[in-house]
Nanobody, 124 residues
Framework: QVQLVESGGGLVQAGGSLRLSCTASGRTFSSYYGMGWFRQPPGKGREFVAA???????YYADSALGRFTISRDNAKNTVSLQMNSLKPEDTAIYYC?????????????????WGQGTQVTVSS
């Protein structure tokens, strides 16, 4: 089993920045797992934000490109999401995701493990 714990959410004004972090643990977890971030805006479905292959390839949703940066520290089993130039439409619950078999974790159906989520609220 794998556990994912997010931190770093909160309230920020439009144009501000936040950094989300996720730490993975569990007997079966390894640095070869695909890891990423999804979000669920109020009243909407969950959507892909960013993902990072264990070898370093990165993937971004169009809405995140140029503003968000994903990074991971395989030695510490962590993945982070630096979010800059935040907009009110970025308001959502952000979920850390991981999967043993999928390296480019860009679709929900590929996710094997989810974190509990952390709230990000961007005020206008």
């Amino acid at each position: 089993q794998v556990q994912l714990v997010e931190s770093g959410g909160g309230l920020v004004q439009a144009g501000g920045s936040l950094r989300l972090s996720c730490t993975a643990s569990g007997r079966t977890f390894s640095s070869y797992y695909g890891m990423g971030w999804f979000r669920q805006p109020p009243g909407k479905g969950r959507e892909f934000v960013a993902a990072m292959h264990w070898a370093g390839n990165t993937y971004y949703a169009d809405s995140a490109l140029g503003r968000f940066t994903i990074s991971r520290d395989n030695a510490k089993n962590t993945v982070s999401l630096q979010m800059n130039s935040l907009k009110p439409e970025d308001t959502a619950i952000y979920y850390c995701a991981a999967d043993r078999y999928t390296s480019d974790l860009t679709t929900m159906r590929s996710v094997g493990y989810w974190g509990q989520g952390t709230q990000v609220t961007v005020s206008s």
